[in-house]
């Protein structure tokens, strides 16, 4: 089974931190992607990679930036993290087109005080 | 008009009971179809694909119809278990990003 890893379940940090979010997969998948998940209005597209060193926006960028320097790692960097961004993170990573289904992390979630 | 819509329920349904819910999707043109199941506080999960001549799986069947632009879940005999929120997801241009619903959320009642 593809397994995506995220580095931590819960994660609490200050207004103003520059906060690191993590995640590998472990199936050589091509495309990895970065969602937050909120109450109400269910999962916005962030970020997303589909192959090293390439990023594109995704729905909600803003606050938001993405490093992908190995297929296997996905990173969500918030450079100054703000209240707002209190949420869920979920990563997940497919084989080639989204013709196959997504598999996701366990998530994290985040709070910003 | 959003991309991906569902009915939020929530559906309510005895233990046993059969219950199905719908999705409606924008682009006639998408190929690729899925019913994901998330427990509360837990990440998505692929449960089916759907495919064109529809599809079963154990107590679980889904449908495409593509002249209607949507898909249906029906689960069969439900199961305490069955309680989650179903999303829907499209692959809606064919390229790498998956389109979601909102969610349907079903509680099965003993």
Same mark, same amino acid.
């Given at each position: 089974d593809v397994k995506v890893t995220q580095s931590s379940r819960y994660l609490v940090k200050r207004t103003g931190e520059k906060v690191f979010l993590e995640c590998v997969q *472990?199936? *050589?998948?091509?495309n990895m992607f970065w969602y937050r998940q909120d109450p109400g209005l269910g999962l916005r597209l962030i970020y997303f990679s589909y192959d090293v060193k390439m990023k594109e926006k995704g729905d909600i960028p803003e606050g938001y930036s993405v490093s992908r320097e190995k297929k296997e790692r996905f990173s969500l960097i918030l450079e100054s993290a703000s209240t707002n961004q209190t949420s869920m993170y979920l990563c997940a990573s497919s084989l080639?087109?989204?013709?196959?289904g997504y598999t996701f992390g366990s998530g994290t979630r985040l709070t910003v005080v | 008009r959003k991309e991906v819509e569902q %009915?939020?329920?929530?559906f309510n349904v005895p233990e046993g009971a059969t219950v199905a819910f719908n999705c409606t999707y924008s682009? $006639?043109? $998408?190929q690729s179809f899925f019913w994901y199941r998330q427990d509360c506080r837990k990440e998505p999960k692929l449960l089916m694909s759907v495919y064109s001549s529809g599809n079963e799986d154990g107590r679980f069947t889904a449908q495409l119809n593509r002249a209607s632009q949507y898909i249906s879940l029906l689960i069969r005999d $439900?199961?305490? $278990? %069955?309680s989650a929120t179903y999303l829907c997801v499209v692959n809606l241009y064919n390229d790498y990003k998956l389109s979601f619903g909102a969610g349907t959320t079903v509680t099965v009642r003993a």
């Open positions: *472990d199936m *050589d998948h091509e080639r087109a989204g013709r196959y | %009915d939020p329920g929530p682009n $006639s043109a $998408s $439900s199961k305490l $278990s %069955d």
